[in-house]
Nanobody
Framework: QGRLVESGGGLVQPGGSLTLSCAAS????????MMWYRQAAGKEREFVAG????????QLVDSVKGRFTISRDNAKNTVYLEMDNLKPEDTAIYYC????????????WGQGTQVTVSL
């Protein structure tokens, strides 16, 4: 059974930076597309960034392009989300999601980590 554990959230001032980590266990990490989603209070969960298992280019939602970077280290079974120039509208719970590239029914969610951007 796959498990994802996020870390790195916290309180940061506007313009600041945070790096989120998502450590995976119980799954063959290299066979999963890894993604970050976020959910702000009172809003639906939205896709933020994704990175393929092999090949391809990372994808980012327009609102974070130029500020966020997604990367993965298959040797450490970990995906990262580097967030720079944070804005108050980035405040949300950030979730890690693993999607098996061959079987859509095999996917996992982390428990989420809170990111708050405020003075």
């Amino acid at each position: 059974q796959g498990r994802l554990v996020e870390s790195g959230g916290g309180l940061v001032q506007p313009g600041g930076s945070l790096t989120l980590s998502c450590a995976a266990s119980g799954l063959t990490f290299s066979k999963f597309v890894m993604m970050w989603y976020r959910q702000a209070a009172g809003k639906e969960r939205e896709f933020v960034a994704g990175i393929p298992d092999v090949g391809g280019s990372p994808q980012l939602v327009d609102s974070v392009k130029g500020r966020f970077t997604i990367s993965r280290d298959n040797a450490k079974n970990t995906v990262y989300l580097e967030m720079d120039n944070l804005k108050p509208e980035d405040t949300a719970i950030y979730y890690c999601h693993a999607q098996h590239r061959g079987t859509l029914t095999i996917h996992y969610w982390g428990q989420g980590t809170q990111v708050t951007v405020s003075l």
